[in-house]
């Protein structure tokens, strides 16, 4: 178990602003940073840093906390493995009470996953620099391909010994059970027999975005071998294939600093561009591209140029792929090396300022080059010219930007020899069918009346959840002010009649809060906004300093954290709207705090006055007009009226 101390000192020291610009490519916004939400998919910024509040907000996804919450949501960690990734990346040393037995068993399976994969990675490595067959074999064949030393560690390449059982048995003894070694698809186990999965075959370990070892891509490097040339690992719960970047984790930082990630095929491309100083570059690993690894990318930037082989098989299967990153609204281009070349041979036999100016230079807008490669293809027949022009303004229909797709299809229209018109005409069709898909989806869609009846109801009875949530929002940016406020209370006139008067009273807003919601025996009904505020009252109460938001957060609650910075992120994002229908009176941030509490207080008194005359209400109907309940419906209206006044109401 991680101590307190430590976990204390990680929260102290980390920033969330750097943290988070690890995986977001921030801009600044006056005090607070934006960018895109790494959540959802989206094309305007909606996600939100506050370096001085140490909190982020993403109003697309709902979602929000401190640094360690972003990190538990994006990269699904748990609470021990953000702290451990933070006090490591921040230099701090890990205190550790002692960990039984038991605790140690209990441990998820894909956090010992992770442990085993790791445990691989480190030992491939050790394979590759301290075994004569690693360096014989596997170092040599690195060197042959122009890999410095440096290079070499820096992606952790390894190998793996020709044997079938070499990795398996030395895990074992380490402690490694065999389940999460099958588990991972390090070993094959048949019945009473077990294999390595990778023999004979130099490692690639694969990354996630924090560093995080998922899995591995083997090279064998015998020519008499009838096994595949490049083995990966296969599926698993902590690595799937479609979501992984090569080089994601070794580029994000230079991908977001130049604003621009080059997109190539293999392992190999990735390193060597890196060791020739392009270091913003990944690989989808030879597998089709898929959305979540556009998406992937365009956390960090909105640029993306795809590197083509020369002589690249199946260049116009990959074009269709490449349509995806266009729905994304991204901007590409494309850049085909000169035959015989790939992005590996070439970085290797140019300096880096002659791959720089050739990137630059042959680089072509995504849209243009499609139109001259599909018009090559079909110059000379024409069906097959009218394909091809379908094709492209199937591809221009997918981006979002509608003045970016008049001037795609002003190129195109040089390009193809055809008038603009006619391309706009295709182009309103494609559109006009896809709306009609889209339409018809909705209207089979049983459940959406419901779902909006159902919105409409909610609507009406969420007026208390409003209320709530408006006193935790208080409590937190105001708590611990001392201010002046106006009451009513009922005091005895010279009848000796009880009648509503106004006192004035000095008290921090907490204790005017807590007080009076004591009085009037109010609890709040939300569980979560309960124990916040109970939790912020004890904190105002056993402090004389200003509230800690980085100590109310410190906690592995990301419900509770992501209450905590919606209510402070919100007015960063706009002023809450629509809630004066429910009797909540949101101030701008320039108006008096005193009115801000006093409305809301009795806004809560009037809801709850209210839901009291309806129940008596429904009792009276039951009970034929009984007297009694009708006299106490009037006082209830009597104080109803009180309150309306107060709140300059109209009834």
Not at 186 to 211: A, H, Q, T, Y
Not at 338 to 349: I, M, Q, T, V
Request: charged fraction near 30%; aromatic fraction near 8%; hydrophobic fraction near 35%.
């Amino acid at each position: 178990m991680i101590s307190k101390s430590t976990i204390d000192q990680v929260y102290e020291v980390a920033r969330l602003e750097e943290v988070i610009g690890e995986y977001v490519n921030l801009k600044k916004s006056g005090a607070n940073y934006k960018g895109l939400s790494p959540f959802t998919q989206e094309r305007t910024p909606s996600f939100m840093v506050s370096p001085a509040k140490q909190i982020w907000k993403d109003f697309s996804s709902g979602k929000g906390g401190n640094v360690i919450a972003f990190l538990m949501e994006h990269e699904h960690f748990t609470y021990p493995e953000a702290i451990r990734y933070l006090a490591n990346k921040y230099n701090i040393e890990i205190e550790e009470t002692q960990e039984t037995l038991e605790e140690k068993q209990v441990k998820d399976t894909k956090e010992s996953m992770f442990l085993v994969v790791q445990y691989a990675s480190e030992f491939f490595e050790t394979n590759l620099w301290e075994t004569e067959m690693g360096k014989s074999i596997g170092l040599t064949y690195f060197k042959e391909r122009g890999f410095k030393d440096e290079t070499i560690k820096k992606f952790a390449l390894g190998y793996a010994m020709d044997s079938y059982d070499d990795f398996s048995n030395k895990a074992l003894k380490k402690g490694y059970k065999l389940e999460f070694l099958e588990k991972t698809g390090l070993v094959i186990v048949n019945e009473d027999r077990k294999v390595d999965r990778f023999r004979g075959r130099v490692i690639f370990p694969i990354r996630s975005m924090s560093g995080r070892v998922q899995g591995f891509g083997g090279r064998i490097l015998s020519e008499q071998s009838k096994t595949a040339k490049y083995l990966n690992s296969p599926e698993s719960e902590i690595y799937h294939k479609s979501k992984a970047l090569y080089g994601i984790y070794e580029s994000k930082q230079s991908i977001a600093k130049n604003d621009v990630c080059y997109l190539v095929e293999g392992y190999t491309d990735v390193i060597q561009m890196h060791q020739s100083g392009i270091t913003n570059v990944v690989s989808s690993s030879g597998t089709a591209l898929t959305v979540d690894q556009i998406r992937m990318i365009n956390r960090l930037t909105s640029n993306i140029v795809v590197l083509f082989d020369g002589d690249a098989a199946g260049l116009r299967a990959s074009l269709r792929g490449i349509d995806l990153i266009l729905e994304q609204g991204m901007n590409v281009r494309v850049c085909s090396f000169p035959e015989g070349e790939d992005p590996d041979s070439f970085a290797k036999s140019h300096s880096s300022e002659e791959i720089i100016a050739f990137l630059e230079e042959a680089s072509k807008d995504f849209i243009q080059f499609k139109a001259s490669l599909l018009n090559d293809a079909g110059k000379n027949d024409p069906i097959g010219k009218a394909e091809t022009i379908n094709e492209i303004v199937d591809s221009i229909s997918k981006i979002p930007d509608v003045i970016k797709q008049e001037i795609y299809i002003q190129n195109c229209a040089e390009i193809m020899q055809i008038s603009e018109d006619a391309l706009f005409s295709a182009l309103a069709q494609i559109n006009k069918r896809n709306k009609q898909k889209g339409t018809k989806r909705l209207i089979s869609n049983p459940t959406a009346e419901l779902v909006k009846k159902t919105v409409d109801a909610s609507s009406k009875v969420n007026r208390a959840f409003e209320l709530e949530k408006q006193i935790i929002a208080i409590l937190l940016t105001y708590g611990d002010l001392e201010l002046n406020f106006e009451d009513i209370v009922l005091v005895p006139d010279e009848e000796g009649a009880l009648v509503h008067k106004t006192q004035y009273m000095s008290a921090k807003v907490y204790e005017k809060i807590f007080l009076d919601l004591q009085q009037d025996e109010i609890e709040l009904s939300n569980e979560a906004f309960k124990n916040i505020f109970y939790k912020l009252i004890a904190l105002y109460q056993s402090s004389s300093e200003e509230l800690n938001l980085e100590k109310v957060m410190q906690t592995e609650d990301l419900a509770q954290n992501e209450i905590i910075a919606d209510l402070i992120m919100k007015e960063e994002q706009h002023q809450l709207h629509d809630w004066e229908k429910r009797n909540v009176f949101v101030k701008d941030k320039g108006s008096e705090v005193v009115q801000l509490v006093s409305e809301t207080i009795l806004s809560i008194r009037r809801y709850l006055v209210d839901q009291k005359i309806e129940e008596l209400q429904v009792e009276t109907k039951a009970q034929h007009e009984n007297q009694e309940t009708l006299q106490e419906i009037m006082s209830y209206q009597q104080l109803k009226k009180v309150l309306s006044n107060k709140l300059n109401r109209v009834l």
